[in-house]
């Protein structure tokens, strides 16, 4: 009865909650990949949006990679994101053959999904020389590379293997290097700039090709796809909210060639702007004042609270509900020996899967944003507390156990007053190892827009920026540090006072 | 009165009992006696249904141990072994308590139990708020014993209940049990190693030997009249040796 009425005062408290969301009229949901131009154009869109006046603007950025950003759109957890007609063809239609805007339309339209107007620039594969070297041989276009096979190349690891990268190029072009060697984009400016190689891998919108002396070489016989920069959106936000839809086409479509991006860009990874001044900026709400990289800084320290409170909610309830199943199930485990190892091996199995391939598994079942995250990190730390609930209770001195049975403990009492209390030690052990784990793996959570100080971690990995990194990576640790000291004073607690005394002389 | 008739159990390729028959008649003691490996902790378990035997028939006050009567036979029992198997996590009082408890007693009835337990085994009262680990291995046996005690059961089975305590105390515990189980009427099977036990508790005495029955009687039939050269043996083997006997 008590519990009928539960059920009933909860679901009038959703409802309650939904129907305060709804009052707040149509939200549009923006999401971003977790590259510095994706999260700049998600900023703009976002901006666009709620300039337009019609809906609100819920940011789901540094989503991890196409895949989920995609999966994300189409199953209506996001409304709209920048992406790439290249990409669409190949990572996501898996039809290279689908080259026209046209066609990719046509195709999108089935998935329910509209593809905006080409916004002006195109982020493809490209190489770069130095100018110094440009001039020096006289190179404009990648056929005059043909026949230099005295110089030393740095491609990127994706470009070396991808047949849209390298090997095709190569046949392609018919090109010849002496020395081609695996570097990290970010590193690869940096060796040109100090003529250690003399041919880079670069995107078309680099910022660094709008500071550097870096001469990008034409691809004159039409090798590399095309990767224009389109919105993908869901068609019911272009019905539903025709205005917005009308602002975001007037305002960005065709407004950013390559120049323009590669100078947003280099406004952020070298200037060390916010991705939300810059888009203002471009947008003229600003007034363009340039703050310099204080401004980003300082908008990091202005979310440092609210990151903190989301990543206390994912590693809380994600341990209570981690706690709540584990025991049980070490419980099971412990009665029913045989049960038991195809459930450690269960949980087990789950502790192997990646965290991050865990979490884009979470997508197709919950979306994206914090339940996903929850559930995943859930299932992460079941496995120390499974094992150690078990452990703890199959190692019991079987005298006290035996002593249990005949003194007439059965069933939950021997559970309650005998068996449990005596393994508390080892399944507090295995608690506070599991939270320890979840405050880090936490982190990851970012990845599909579940918040947190991951979200920093995401954003400074995009930058390559150790300062923004380190915003969200020493909290973390320091988190950790705390809940480390809050479960040893948990112990005291929870562990029974005569499991604490060590034996010591008699009076 | 509890009967053992022709019990044989054996792990895997280890006969740990071989056609044993043991009666203790109701108010009486008996010793088990042996070495290690001998079967007498696997006998005790039988009769207390924590285990069951391959073949034979084990009976206490009448009534057949089996998986239905377990609960009951348990009921009958109380069980001391030798490090005393007190929970490291309760007091004194509720470690003595728990058998009690574990029956729904109201609270004021267990108290007056324990109060009066710790007047029979002379246990000092101040200590029942303390824990096992702060107790010494004497004190600790007298909880063990206390524990058995409290719902007056009719049987008790000790488990080399003094093995793990120094000689003074064991000396002075022997004495204190003799007594008591005669005041108390306890019908009584104890485990030992020890012949000096056996002679001090047993009215009679089983000696067994790698899961069979090499003897049974009184100490007296025992060591005057061994069934087997092996009894001597083990008799004798902890007997002092004659030079030091001069000096007592």
């Not at chain 1, 920026?465 to 640790?477: E, K, Q």
């Amino acid at each position: 009865m008590r519990r009928v009425r539960l059920v009933v005062v909860l679901a009038a408290g959703l409802l309650l909650v939904a129907a305060a969301a709804a009052a707040q009229g149509p939200v549009v949901r923006v999401g971003s990949k977790s590259f510095t131009e994706s999260y700049i154009l998600a900023e703009l869109i976002a901006q666009v949006v709620e300039q337009a006046g019609e809906a609100r603007v819920e940011r789901k950025f540094g989503l991890g990679g196409t895949g989920i950003v995609y999966t994300a759109l189409a199953g209506g957890e996001l409304d709209v994101y920048p992406e790439y007609t290249g990409t669409i063809a190949r990572a996501i239609l898996k039809d290279a053959g689908v080259t026209t805007l046209a066609a990719i339309r046509a195709r999108m339209a089935e998935r329910g999904l509209a593809v905006g107007e080409p916004l002006g620039f195109d982020n493809a594969y490209a190489l770069a020389v130095s100018r110094r070297t440009a001039a020096r041989l006289g190179l404009r276009a990648l056929s005059d590379l043909r026949g230099h096979r005295e110089l030393t190349a740095a491609f990127d690891p994706g470009f070396l293997d991808r047949d849209d990268g390298w090997p095709g190029l190569r046949r392609h072009y018919g090109l010849d290097f002496r020395d081609v060697r695996i570097m990290e984009h970010a590193l690869a400016y940096r060796a040109l700039a100090s003529g250690r190689v003399d041919v880079i891998t670069a995107f078309t919108t680099d910022g660094q090709l709008a500071r550097e002396a870096v001469t990008v070489l034409a691809d004159d016989r039409q090798f590399f796809p095309d990767y224009a920069a389109v919105l993908l959106a869901r068609r019911a936000l272009v019905e539903r909210l025709p205005r917005t839809w009308a602002a975001l086409e007037r305002r960005l479509a065709g407004r950013l060639d390559n120049a323009t991006m590669a100078h947003l860009n280099a406004e952020v990874d070298l200037d060390g702007r916010s991705f939300a001044a810059v888009a203002a900026s471009f947008l003229g709400a600003a007034g363009g004042a340039r703050a310099g990289g204080g401004e980003r800084r300082a908008a990091l320290l202005h979310e440092l609270p609210a990151l903190t409170l989301q990543h206390l909610v994912l590693v809380g309830v994600s341990l209570a509900v981690a706690v709540a199943l584990g025991v049980p199930l070490g419980i099971l485990a412990a009665r029913r020996r045989r049960l038991g190892q195809v459930e450690l091996m269960g949980v087990g199995v789950l502790q192997t899967i990646p965290a991050l391939a865990l979490l884009s598994f979470m997508i197709p079942l919950f979306g994206i944003g914090p339940v996903p995250a929850l559930v995943a990190l859930c299932l992460y730390a079941l496995l120390p507390i499974v094992r150690n609930t078990y452990a703890g209770l199959v190692s019991l001195d079987p005298q006290l156990v035996d002593m249990a049975a005949v003194i007439g403990l059965d069933g939950w009492k021997r559970l309650g007053w005998v068996e449990l209390p005596l393994a508390s030690v080892t399944i507090l052990a295995g608690i506070k190892t599991a939270a320890v784990l979840t405050v880090g793996t936490a982190t990851l959570a970012a990845f599909i827009g579940g918040g947190g100080y991951g979200t920093l971690i995401v954003t400074g990995l995009a930058l390559n920026d150790a300062t923004t990194i380190l915003a969200g990576a020493v909290p973390a640790a320091l988190m950790a540090l705390v809940v480390h000291a809050l479960f040893e004073a948990l112990d005291r607690l929870a562990v029974p006072r005569g499991l604490r005394i060590r034996a010591r002389p008699p009076r | 009165m509890i009967v053992l008739r022709d019990v044989a159990k054996r792990f895997g390729d280890h006969q740990a009992l071989d056609g044993v028959s043991v009666t203790v008649p109701s108010h009486t003691t008996h010793v088990l006696l042996g070495g290690s490996g001998s079967g007498k902790s696997t006998l005790l378990r039988l009769v207390l249904g924590l285990m069951d035997a391959d073949a034979g028939e084990v009976t206490v006050d009448g009534v057949p141990v089996t998986a239905a009567t377990r609960g009951e036979i348990q009921r009958r029992i109380g069980y001391v072994v030798q490090e005393g198997a007190l929970y490291p996590h309760l007091s004194t009082r509720d470690n003595v308590a728990l058998p009690a408890r574990a029956r729904g007693w109201p609270a004021a009835a267990i108290d007056a139990r324990v109060g009066e337990l710790a007047r029979i085994v002379d246990f000092r009262r101040p200590l029942l708020d303390r824990y096992p680990a702060e107790l010494s291995g004497g004190q600790r046996q007298r909880v063990s014993l206390m524990r058995a005690l409290v719902l007056d059961p009719p049987v008790l089975l000790l488990d080399e209940p003094l093995g793990a305590l120094d000689p003074i105390t064991r000396t002075e515990l022997q004495g204190e049990l003799v007594r008591m189980f005669r005041e108390l009427h306890k019908t009584v099977l104890l485990v030992t190693h020890d012949v000096r036990e056996a002679f001090v508790f047993g009215a009679t005495i089983t000696l067994l030997e790698a899961g069979r029955v090499v003897q049974q009687g009184t100490f007296g039939d025992l060591a005057r009249r061994p069934a087997t050269p092996l009894v001597t043996e083990f008799l004798k083997a902890q007997a002092p040796p004659p030079a030091m006997a001069e000096y007592f």
